[in-house]
């Protein structure tokens, strides 16, 4: 077809010229093709429809943190609109287990633009349906499991758009202390406030762990809670759906009345919102007005650190803690929950009484421990904790017998990766000998892998020093103290309120 006025189409065909002709012919009939890098209209569409939701969420942002206690009553249509499906769509784990229909992301992408359709139409008229969940376990320590629930594509793309919209409301919320699964926070920030606080008044930790948080969540409670914010019944009716879909396992299905299980995209958000109005507000109140001394939170999903100036503030928040959650469900675990003597006095303190050194507590993978740095001052160091580098290695010792006899590039590669990113997580101020020790060892246990391919194995160490040196990456810290950093990103503020 022959372009048309100030238009480019993707392959322009000339028209046919005359026999007798003065203008040379190849210059008439020669075709020309879009100019390179030019958007496409479908393209540009998308991206101005982008532009669009996004400018739609950043109003409904402004609008909750402008009005705390305004309640939404018309969200449904940001779920349903294609440009958000579609986004959420792209950010599900291409490589995910499929549901109980066995749908995965490629072959849902085969029509996606009709399927997505189809998929908006049924939330808008209520048609949509959720479906029961796949429940796996995979391994937790040594000897324990822990339940993964295993949803359906279509739900996890409805849960990332519902998601997607109630995050511009819930981050004006959540209080600063709170720092798991919220976009623009990680695990890495959480070690960082904690270390800062316990460089405070901190004399003691009530190290506590709620017992199977997510299997305790009371749904009941649960809508309650988002209906102080959420007006829009449909919204709550589609959760709802989730609640009570059910789970699957082996071929018996269970209904369930309460828990939101771990694996589906709302989950985390849901398990946050539950705390938020349990624990955070509840903590942030109580501090206020019955500690006497200084008080630090830090929490992370369903796991906090709580820091006490003086001792009877803390069995006082332990006695008032337990009563809290009791009212909403849930539990303290009573082995796993303790408090210590920990911080800045208490290496003396304990010298005094003719005490050993002070306990020590877990957070978020690393050991903490009271300690000292050359000069005498007062330091908390934080190593990788024994049991997960011991488990670590037990992994990769299986996976290097089943990689024995592949080529040694190939293996070179695959735990140069394993190294990098066992750096990336636990490379923090002071761990260097841990994640050196990592290394190390990795290089032992390939090793001993490749001399069992032969009983006539001629690999030195060496050999194996130059294999270590150009495939697996020199120790490095990554992560600095986070005294500077904290400063310069929160200008001074605090972490922990």
Partial sequence: MKNGYRESDSFIVPEKSS???????????????????KPTRRTICRTQCRENMRNELERIRKTAKKDKNLKFTALLHHVYNITTLREAYY???RDAVPGIDYETWRNYGDGLEEKLQDLSDRIKRGGYRAKPIRRVYIPKGEFQERAIGVLVLEDKIVQRAVVEVLNMIYEVDF???????????????????????????????????????????????LIKFLEHRIGDLRVIKLIRKWLKAGIIEGSRLELNDKGTPQGGSA?????????????DLWVHQWRKKRARGEVIVVRYGDDFVTGFQYKSDAELFLEDLRMRLKKFCLDLHSEKTRLIEFG???????????ECKPDTFNFLGFTHICGRTREGRYNVMRFTIKKRLHKKLKEIKVQLRRRMHNPVKETGKWLGSVVRGHMNYYGIAGNYRAINLFRFQIGKLWCKALRRRSQRHKITWDYMEKLIKRFIPASKILHSYPDIRNYVNTRGGSRMR
């Avoid at 959480?190 to 506590?208: H, R």
């Fill in 19 to 37: 026999n007798k002709t003065e203008v040379s012919v190849s210059e008439v009939m020669e075709g020309r093709e879009l100019t390179k890098g």
């Fill in 91 to 93: 950010s599900v784990n």
């Fill in 175 to 221: 209080i600063g202390f709170s720092y798991g699964f919220r976009p623009g926070r990680s695990s890495h920030n959480a070690l960082d406030a904690l270390y800062v606080g316990l460089g405070s008044k901190v004399s003691y930790i009530l190290d506590a762990d709620i017992r199977e948080y997510f299997d305790s969540i009371s749904h009941e409670w």
């Fill in 267 to 279: 989950s985390p958000l849901l398990a946050n919102i539950y705390l938020h109005y349990v624990f």
């Fill in 344 to 354: 800045r006095f208490a290496i003396e303190r304990r010298k005094e009484h003719g």
